[in-house]
Nanobody
Framework: QVQLVESGGGLVQAGGSLRLSCAAS????????MGWFRQAPGKEREFVVA????????YYADSVKGRFTISRDTAKNTVYLQMNNLKPEDTAVYYC??????????????????WGQGTQVTVSS
């Protein structure tokens, strides 16, 4: 079992930055590939970015490429999402998710085993 807790959301103006954190507890965090997803009101949950359990590979949605950066700190059992140059269309609840152990990452939300409760990000224009 893996428990995930997101933090760092908030209200920011367009062009601003936020850093989200996802703290994991439970089974060996380092063996899980991690993903960030988001869900805007009235829309389906969509893929944002993922990082391989080895930390060696990442995969970004086109909509955030060049603006968002995922990283992980295995010593702190935490994965981060640095979001720069935020746009109003980035407004959503952001969720982190874990897939594993020792399984590759994917953009398919159905393949993730554990989810956090989400953190709200609101970008004003």
């Amino acid at each position: 079992q893996v428990q995930l807790v997101e933090s760092g959301g908030g209200l920011v103006q367009a062009g601003g930055s936020l850093r989200l954190s996802c703290a994991a507890s439970g089974r060996a965090f380092s063996s899980y590939s991690m993903g960030w997803f988001r869900q805007a009101p009235g829309k389906e949950r969509e893929f944002v970015v993922a990082i391989h359990w080895s930390g060696g590979s990442t995969y970004y949605a086109d909509s955030v490429k060049g603006r968002f950066t995922i990283s992980r700190d295995t010593a702190k059992n935490t994965v981060y999402l640095q979001m720069n140059n935020l746009k109003p269309e980035d407004t959503a609840v952001y969720y982190c998710a874990a897939k594993g152990p020792f399984r590759g990452f994917t953009a398919r939300k159905e393949e993730y085993d554990y989810w956090g409760q989400g953190t709200q990000v609101t970008v004003s224009s």
